[in-house]
């Protein structure tokens, strides 16, 4: 998959949107018993892929999750969806605290065999704030 810079997409308040998430919980995601719960045994290759890395032990896997009509206004989805000129069937923002990681991991999502019915699936990436020191 070839990955392409479509630009920078300055008709959304992205200030606004990281001002209205900053201080609300979001859905976290950490390693552990609680991780996606993991009843049905899907993460569990990733689970080990992360145990030979030593991340059981090191108690830093953890990242946070938003979603529209949640977290945040579907606005901003609707808004990305004209700069990028597609309907968006899945949304979320994530945030990384400091001293925290999200490892090597696939996106799951229980309903990903509904979305591919509707044709292929392209994913876009956005970075809604400004590049600093210390992020990836």
């Excluded at 308040?13 to 996606?36: H, K, P, S």
């Excluded at 979305?115 to 704030?129: D, N």
Aim: charged share 25%; aromatic share 14%.
């Amino acid at each position: 998959m070839k990955a392409t810079f479509i630009g920078n997409c300055d008709t959304i308040n992205w200030q606004a949107l990281i001002n209205r998430i900053e201080g609300a919980d979001g859905d976290v995601r950490t390693y552990g018993v609680d991780f996606y719960k993991n009843t049905d045994g899907r993460f569990n290759e990733i689970i080990e892929l992360w145990k030979t890395a030593g991340y059981d032990k090191s108690g830093t896997v953890e990242w946070i999750n938003y979603y529209p009509g949640k977290h945040f206004d579907q606005s901003y989805v609707s808004q990305f969806e004209s700069f990028v000129g597609v309907k968006c069937i899945r949304a979320w923002i994530s945030k990384i605290r400091p001293g925290r990681y999200a490892p090597y991991h696939i996106d799951v999502d229980d309903n990903e065999e509904e979305y591919l019915k509707q044709g292929e699936l392209v994913r876009f990436t956005a970075h809604p704030c400004v590049p600093s020191k210390g992020q990836v």
